[in-house]
C-alpha cells in the first residue's frame, strides 16, 4: 500500500513539474513575442490605407482612391441590430470569450472533419481586428501565435463594445467599402442608423468574402447570403421568425452612392487594376503611407473603345472590348460593359462566354504542332463523330481543300476532324498553354467553342500568337511605387509571368492563316487599309455569342457582344468585326506600320 501511494506521489510530482515546467516556457515565449508586438492603444490612430493614385501610360491621373471619408462610428453610435448581426454571423459567443474561443475552434475543427472541407472557420471577432490592424494575411504559425497574444491583449485591454467597434470601422466590405458606415452609404445610400434588417444581414453577410458576396457581382449569392445571415440571427435569438421570414421577402434594393472613389476616367479597367493589386503586390505594407501606380492604359484609346461599345450596343445587348500590348501583355485599353454606372460587372474578367469558333486556334495550332502544314489538303464533308454530326454554316462543303481555306472559311466539319484526328488531349494541352484556364470536357462540341472562357482569357491567347509564341499574363502595372517614391515593383524587372507557349514557325503559320481570314475570309471586315490584320470570328450556337479578336503588330484587341442572359442576339459576328475596325482605325494612327515575320509583305 506504502509503495502505491509513493508511485501515485512520484508520478503526481513529476506531472505537477512538467506541467510547471511547460507553464514557464509560455510565459517566456509568451513575454519574448509580447515584446516586439505592438501596443494595444495604437488601434485608436489605425487609418485605412491612404489615398492610391493611378496614373496612365503617359502620366494622366487616371483615378485616386483615397482614405473613408464617412467617418468612424462611437460604440453609442453603433445600431443594436447592426451589432447582433455581425455577432450572429461571424462570432456568437463574442461576449463570452476573451478573445479566443476554444469552444469554436473545437466546434469548426469537427465540422469540416466531418465535411472533408472548410465549412467554418473559428476566428473571434477580436482576432479579426487583431489581424486587420496589426498583422497580414500570412498563414505562418509565427502569424497565428502573434494574433492570439495581440487578442487577448486587446480584450483585456479595452470593452467589448469597444473591439466590436473597432472591427465594425475597420472591416473590409467591398467595393471600397472600409467599415459599415461605408458600405451602408455605397451600397444603400443610407447612414448605418437608416438601415433596415433586410439590408443589415446583406452588409453582414459580406465580412467572410466580399467580392464573392457582392451584391453588384452575384445578386442570388448575396441574397443567399443574406439568408444565412438572418438564420443566424434568428437563432441566436435576436430576431423573431417572423422578422427573419419578412426579411426574406424583400429584394435587394440596391441604391448606389458616390463611393469614396474619385470619378475613373477608365472604371472597368481601374475596378479590374484594385482586383489585380491584391493579387500582385501586399498592400498591407505600405497600407498607411499609400502608393503610386503607373498604369499600362493608354486613355486616348479608352475613350475610342469606350465610345465603340457604346455606339455597338442597343436593345440591351451588352460589350466588351480589351486591348493588349503583344511582347509586353500590358493591358492598354478595356471596356467591360456599355455603362459602368449601370452595371460594375466587368464582363471582361469576369464574365464566362462561350468563344465560338475563336477557339478553332487551339485545334488548328496543334494539328500545326503534329507537322501539318497550311498548304496541306483536308477533306470538307459532311460526317458524323459517334451520334455527333457537324455542319458547316452554310451547309455546304467543298472536298479536299487547303488547311488555310479550310481556317479563312471557318468550317466545323474540318475543325472537327482535326479535333477526332490530333485528339482531346492535345488540344486541351495547348490551349492550356496559350491560358484557356476552364477545364474543357471531352465533347466534340469543345472544338467549335462550346466551353466558356472570358474575353480577356481569350484575347491573351491571341496575343501569344502576335507575340511569336510567348504567352504574358495580362497585366495593369508598369510600374508600383510607395510613398517615398521607390519603385517596389516593376514589370521590365521580370516580375510579370512569361513562357514559350508554342514553337516561333508554328506562331508565324498560324499569324499568316489568321491574315488570310481577314483578306480573303469571314474577317473581311476587319481589313485595315496598308495594314497587316490578323484576327478570326466567332460566333457561338444561336448567336448568343458574338466576337472578333485580331491583331496588328503591336496591339492584340478582342471585342465581344452578347445579353447577360445568354440569349439570341439575331446577329453575326460582324457586329463584332465593324467594332474592331472602328476602334482599330483610330488606334493605329498613333502606331507606325509594321508587319508580321514572314507574311507576304515580308
Known amino acids: 500500500m506504502i509503495k502505491a501511494y509513493r508511485n501515485y506521489f512520484c508520478t503526481g510530482t513529476s506531472a505537477l513539474m512538467v506541467g510547471a515546467s511547460f507553464a514557464i516556457f509560455q510565459r517566456i515565449i509568451v513575454r519574448k513575442i509580447d515584446g516586439i508586438l505592438p501596443k494595444v492603444h ?50 456568437r459567443r463574442f461576449y463570452y470569450h476573451n478573445g479566443l474561443d476554444f469552444r469554436g475552434i473545437a466546434r469548426a475543427m469537427i465540422t469540416n472533419m466531418v465535411s472533408h472541407s472548410t465549412q467554418q472557420g473559428a476566428s473571434t471577432i477580436t482576432q479579426q481586428l487583431a489581424r486587420m490592424v496589426f498583422l497580414d494575411q500570412d498563414r505562418k504559425i509565427s502569424r497565428k501565435i502573434k494574433e492570439a497574444i495581440l487578442s487577448l491583449r486587446i480584450e483585456n485591454e479595452l470593452t467589448k463594445d469597444q473591439i466590436l467597434t473597432h472591427y465594425l470601422n475597420t472591416i473590409y466590405l467591398g467595393s471600397g467599402a472600409y467599415g459599415v458606415s461605408d458600405a451602408s452609404w455605397i451600397y444603400f445610400s443610407k447612414t448605418p442608423n437608416q ?72 472604371p472597368h479597367f ?89 477557339f478553332k486556334i487551339f485545334t488548328y495550332i496543334t494539328a500545326l504542332i503534329e507537322g501539318l502544314q497550311p498548304k496541306d489538303l483536308i477533306l470538307d464533308t459532311r460526317r458524323c463523330f459517334g451520334d455527333y454530326c457537324p455542319k458547316n454554316f452554310t451547309d455546304h462543303y467543298q472536298g479536299y481543300i487547303p488547311l488555310s481555306t479550310a481556317f479563312e472559311n471557318s468550317l466545323n466539319t474540318v475543325a472537327i476532324a482535326l479535333f477526332h484526328q490530333i485528339g482531346f488531349e492535345k488540344v486541351s494541352a495547348t490551349a492550356k498553354k496559350l491560358g484557356f484556364k476552364t477545364t474543357l470536357p471531352k465533347v466534340y462540341p469543345v472544338a467549335l467553342g462550346a466551353s466558356g472562357e472570358t474575353i480577356l482569357g481569350m484575347t491573351s491567347a491571341y496575343t501569344a500568337i ?65 495594314r497587316p490584320v490578323a484576327g478570326k470570328t466567332g460566333t457561338s450556337e444561336g448567336a448568343r455569342d458574338l466576337w472578333f479578336i485580331g491583331s496588328v503588330p503591336q496591339l492584340t484587341t478582342g471585342v465581344w457582344f452578347g445579353y447577360d442572359n445568354n440569349m439570341e442576339t439575331n446577329r453575326t459576328s460582324s457586329l463584332a468585326t465593324q467594332a474592331w475596325h472602328a476602334y482599330m482605325e483610330k488606334t493605329i494612327q498613333e502606331l507606325p506600320t509594321e508587319y508580321f515575320p514572314l507574311s507576304s509583305q515580308g
Open 270 to 358: 481601374t475596378s479590374w487594376l484594385v482586383n489585380e493589386l491584391s493579387h500582385t503586390y501586399k498592400l498591407s505594407r505600405h497600407r498607411s503611407n499609400g502608393l503610386t501606380i503607373w498604369s499600362s492604359i493608354h486613355l486616348g484609346w479608352q475613350k475610342e473603345a469606350e465610345k465603340t461599345i457604346l455606339n455597338s450596343t442597343q436593345d440591351g445587348i451588352e460589350g466588351a472590348l480589351v486591348s493588349i500590348e503583344p511582347g509586353t501583355g500590358l493591358v492598354r485599353a478595356m471596356v467591360g460593359g456599355r455603362n459602368f454606372n449601370q452595371s460594375q460587372f466587368n464582363r471582361t474578367y469576369q464574365a464566362l462566354r462561350s468563344p465560338g469558333s475563336t
Open 42 to 91: 495604437m488601434i485608436g490612430y489605425f487609418n485605412r490605407p491612404q489615398t492610391l493614385v493611378i496614373l496612365s501610360a503617359d502620366d494622366e491621373i487616371v483615378q485616386k482612391i483615397g482614405p473613408i471619408i464617412h467617418g468612424k462610428l462611437e460604440p453609442y453610435q453603433v445600431p443594436a441590430l447592426l451589432a447582433k448581426a455581425f455577432i450572429a454571423a461571424e462570432d
Open 195 to 266: 438601415l433596415n434588417l433586410a439590408e443589415i444581414a446583406t452588409i453582414a453577410g459580406l465580412a467572410p468574402a466580399p467580392s464573392t458576396y457582392s451584391p453588384l457581382i452575384n445578386g442570388k449569392l448575396a441574397q443567399e447570403r443574406r439568408s444565412t445571415v438572418l438564420g443566424k440571427m434568428r437563432e441566436a435569438g435576436f430576431i423573431t421568425l417572423s422578422e427573419e421570414s419578412e426579411a426574406n421577402t424583400i429584394p435587394l434594393a440596391i441604391k448606389l452612392a458616390q463611393p469614396k472613389f474619385f470619378p475613373s476616367k477608365a
Open 466 to 530: 502576335a507575340s511569336r509564341g510567348i504567352y504574358i499574363t495580362p497585366t495593369p502595372f508598369e510600374e508600383i511605387h510607395d510613398a517615398q517614391g521607390r519603385i517596389i515593383w516593376c514589370y521590365y524587372s521580370g516580375h510579370v509571368r512569361r513562357k514559350r507557349a508554342i514553337k516561333n514557325s508554328v506562331a508565324n503559320d498560324m499569324l499568316i492563316m489568321l491574315q488570310s481570314v481577314v483578306k480573303n475570309g469571314t474577317g473581311r471586315l476587319a481589313n485595315l487599309p496598308d
